[in-house]
T-cell receptor, first 112, second 114 residues
Framework: GESVGLHLPTLSVQEGDNSIINCAYSNSASDYFIWYKQESGKGPQFIIDIRSNMDKRQGQRVTVLLNKTVKHLSLQIAATQPGDSAVYFCAENVPGTYKYIFGTGTRLKVLA | DAGVIQSPRHEVTEMGQEVTLRCKPISGHNSLFWYRQTMMRGLELLIYFNNNVPIDDSGMPEDRFSAKMPNASFSTLKIQPSEPRDSAVYFC????????????FGPGTRLTVT
């Protein structure tokens, strides 16, 4: 798993702009990835997932891109809204299990 | 559906005391997960169950931690004795079945050990 520092990286985005949140994962054999959103005082909430045999998956206003060559995930949020303000985590599956290793998280701040 | 229910939402206790955290998964969900979240270590999986049976407890920090799932609708995470370094937010999550990856998290229990 990844170690976590005291401070989360923060992305500040103007309302209406697109957001891109990045994540590096550790295991090249991981076959399933999930993005979660965590609002203050709440538990993580599932946003979108992607299997390792895909490069891209789209949901409502969100797109996840997977680059297996460099072990990189990104979450794109279109037309960012104030309600998108939260901490976003990527999670990678431990192959052969239903265990997930969560990334450090990125705080998204939406500026009015 | 009420979602995953956890109690208490906040717990403050003194070092050495026993702490019991409770979780009710979403009805019909067969898999249950306990996580701990701290600023230093992020979100860590402690243990998970499938059909009430513990599958992997390798994330449990030490023998002071124990978890049970006596039936499909209830699980406990117990810390005895508690220590200040156990202070964290503890989340319970459930998923529909063994083959489904999406997990639904509860609101968490914020534990403070003084």
């Amino acid at each position: 798993g990844e170690s976590v520092g005291l401070h989360l990286p923060t992305l500040s985005v103007q309302e209406g702009d697109n957001s891109i949140i990045n994540c590096a994962y550790s295991n090249s054999a991981s076959d399933y990835f999930i993005w979660y959103k965590q609002e203050s005082g709440k538990g993580p909430q599932f946003i979108i997932d992607i299997r390792s045999n895909m490069d891209k998956r789209q949901g409502q206003r969100v797109t996840v891109l997977l680059n297996k060559t460099v072990k990189h995930l990104s979450l794109q949020i279109a037309a960012t809204q104030p309600g998108d303000s939260a901490v976003y985590f990527c999670a990678e599956n431990v192959p052969g299990t239903y265990k997930y290793i969560f990334g450090t998280g990125t705080r998204l701040k939406v500026l009015a | 559906d009420a979602g995953v229910i956890q109690s208490p939402r906040h717990e403050v206790t003194e070092m050495g005391q026993e702490v019991t955290l409770r979780c009710k998964p979403i009805s019909g969900h067969n898999s249950l997960f306990w996580y701990r979240q701290t600023m230093m270590r992020g979100l860590e999986l402690l243990i998970y169950f499938n059909n009430n049976v513990p599958i992997d407890d390798s994330g449990m920090p030490e023998d002071r931690f124990s978890a049970k799932m006596p039936n499909a609708s209830f699980s406990t995470l117990k810390i005895q004795p508690s220590e200040p370094r156990d202070s964290a937010v503890y989340f319970c999550a459930s998923s529909l079945t063994w083959g489904v990856h999406e997990q639904y998290f509860g609101p968490g229990t914020r534990l403070t050990v003084t």
